[in-house]
C-alpha cells in the first residue's frame, strides 16, 4: 500500500519508477466476500488517494465510512464516544480492505508509462554506490536507480541489507483478524473495548458486517483460531458484550503478531525506508498505514522540490529532510499508542481508576476531545501538500 501509493505519486512527477513486488496481486475475488485485513484510513490519506487519482476507484469498490467511534473500558464505567458532528465533519474516516486499496493505487500506477510494475520478485541483494543504488532480483535481474525506496514491510530485507538497525518490543500479543455478522447495526460506528489482555475492535464495513481486531495473547490467540465458529462467536460474545445485539457468523479468522518497531535512521544515501520498513505500531487506533501514506506524500514532495532546485533526489541531504519531517510525528504518535497500550493493560488498581476517570473526563472536555478526533483524522501536524490536495 505505502510503496504503490509513493509510485503513483513518483509517476505522476514523470520519473521513471520501478515497483518491485515479491507477490503477484490477485484481484480476482467474490463480490460478495470481504477482506481479512481492513484499515481505517483517515481523512488525511483519503485526501492523498484523492491527489493521485485512486480514490474513486476504491469508492468503485467498496468504502465504509465510520461517523462515531465508541471507546470503553472493559473493567470499570469509563467510556468515550467520538462524533464527527461535532467537529463539523460528515465522517471520522473510512475501512477499507486492504485488497481495494492495493487495487485502486495499482490500476492507477500502471496508467502511467514511466512506471514499470514487477511481480513475482523479490529483492535478495543491494549495493550502494556513489551515483547509483542497484538492487539484485531472485530471478538474476538487476537493477539500478539514482534512489532505492524500502517499503518493504516490517521484516524490511532492505534495512537489513542496509545495516539500519531498530528498536522496539513484541507486545507479546497477536491480533486475530476476522469478519463478524451480528444482529444488530454497526450504526456506521469503530467500537472498542478495553480488555486486561488487549483491546477487541469492531471495524463497520458497508455490507453490514464488522471486521474485527482483538489483540490478546499470543496463546489465547491460538485457542482462539483453534475454535470452531460457534464456539469463537461464544468467546466473541462473552468478550464485547452486546452491544451490537448477537454474534450470529464469522467467516475465516488469521492472527498476526503485534511489535512496536522503530528503525534508528530512515535514510542513507540513496536509500530512503518508509512505511512499516521503518515503524510499526500497534494497531488499537488504526494509524499505522497512515504514517506509511503520509511518508510517502512527503517524500514525493521532498523529492518533488529536490527536482524543482536541480538537487540530486538521492543524496543524504535531500533524504535528511524526508526524515526530519516525519520521524518526529512517527515517533509522537507511536509514543502516545504505546503508553495506551500499557494504560488499558494494567491490572493496577490505581491505573484502572485513572484510565476510567480519564476517558469520562475526557468525554466531557469538548476541546480536547475535539483535538483528538481532529489527531486521529490526520488534520493536525505538519501535513504535506498531497494530503492538503495541493499540487506536488
Ligand atoms: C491486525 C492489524 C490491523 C491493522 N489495522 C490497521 C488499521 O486499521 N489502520 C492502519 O492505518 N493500519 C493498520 N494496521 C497496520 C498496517 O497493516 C500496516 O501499517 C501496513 O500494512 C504497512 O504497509 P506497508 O506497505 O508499509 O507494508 P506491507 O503491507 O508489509 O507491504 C510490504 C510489501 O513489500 C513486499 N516485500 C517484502 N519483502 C520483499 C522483498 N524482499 N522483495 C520484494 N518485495 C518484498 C511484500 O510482499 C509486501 O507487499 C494493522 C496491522 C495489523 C497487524
Redesign the pocket.
Known amino acids: ?3 504503490s501509493t509513493l509510485a503513483c505519486a513518483l509517476g505522476m512527477q514523470g520519473l521513471q519508477v520501478a515497483v ?4 503477484r496481486p490477485d484481484f480476482d475475488w467474490p463480490d460478495d466476500s470481504v477482506d481479512l485485513r ?3 484510513i483517515t481523512c488525511a490519506s483519503q485526501q492523498i488517494f484523492t491527489s493521485l487519482g485512486a480514490w474513486d476507484a476504491m469508492c468503485r469498490q467498496r468504502v465504509s465510512p465510520y461517523r462515531d467511534m465508541r471507546v470503553w473500558d472493559a473493567t470499570g464505567s469509563g467510556e468515550i464516544h467520538f462524533d464527527s458532528a461535532d467537529l463539523g465533519e460528515p465522517l471520522l474516516g473510512h475501512i477499507i480492505e486492504n485488497r481495494v486499496i492495493q487495487f485502486a493505487l495499482y490500476e492507477q500506477l500502471v496508467e502511467y508509462d514511466n512506471v514499470t510494475f514487477i511481480a513475482p ?3 535478495t541483494g543491494m549495493k550502494i554506490e556513489q551515483d547509483t543504488a542497484s538492487v539484485t532480483l531472485d530471478d538474476g535481474r538487476k537493477l539500478s536507480a539514482a534512489l532505492l525506496v524500502a ?4 521484516r524490511s ?1 532492505l534495512r537489513e541489507l542496509a545495516g539500519i538497525e531498530t528498536q522496539g518490543w513484541s507486545y507479546h500479543q497477536h ?1 486475530v ?1 476476522a469478519t463478524i455478522k451480528t444482529s444488530q447495526s454497526h450504526l456506521e460506528t469503530a467500537w472498542q473495548r478495553f480488555m486486561p489482555d488487549g483491546p477487541l475492535a469492531f471495524l463497520p464495513m458497508s455490507d453490514g458486517s464488522s471486521s474485527i ?1 482483538w489483540s490478546t495473547s499470543p496463546e489465547h490467540a491460538d485457542e482462539l483460531l483453534a475454535l470452531d465458529d460457534d464456539a469463537f462467536l461464544d468467546a466473541l460474545q462473552a468478550t464485547f458484550g452486546d452491544r451490537l445485539g448477537r454474534m450470529i457468523s464469522c467467516g475465516p479468522r488469521a492472527a ?1 503478531p ?1 511489535r512496536m518497531q522503530h528503525a534508528k535512521q530512515y535514510t542513507q544515501a540513496r536509500l530512503a525506508l518508509l ?3 521503518a515503524h ?1 505500531i500497534h ?1 488499537l487506533a ?5 504514517l ?1 501514506l503520509a511518508d510517502a506524500a512527503t517524500l514525493a514532495e521532498v523529492i518533488a522540490d529536490a527536482r524543482a532546485a536541480g538537487s540530486d533526489i538521492g543524496a543524504l541531504k535531500t533524504l535528511r529532510r524526508y526524515e526530519r519531517w516525519r520521524k518526529g510525528d512517527n515517533l509522537a504518535m507511536m509514543s502516545t499508542m504505546d503508553a495506551f497500550k500499557r494504560l488499558f493493560g494494567s491490572r493496577m488498581p490505581m491505573l484502572k481508576w485513572l484510565r476510567n476517570t480519564g476517558l469520562s473526563l475526557t468525554n466531557r472536555t469538548t476541546p480536547v476531545k475535539n483535538m483528538i478526533m481532529r489527531q486521529a483524522m490526520g488534520l493536525e501536524g505538519d501535513l504535506s501538500r498531497l494530503a492538503r490536495g495541493k499540487a506536488l
Open positions: 500500500m505505502v510503496g518491485i513486488e515479491a507477490h481492513v484499515s481505517a520478485v523479490s529483492v517499503a518493504d514491510g516490517s530485507k491480533g483478524v481486531v498476526f503485534l512505511g512499516d520498513a510499526t494497531p488504526g494509524q499505522g498505514v497512515n506509511g
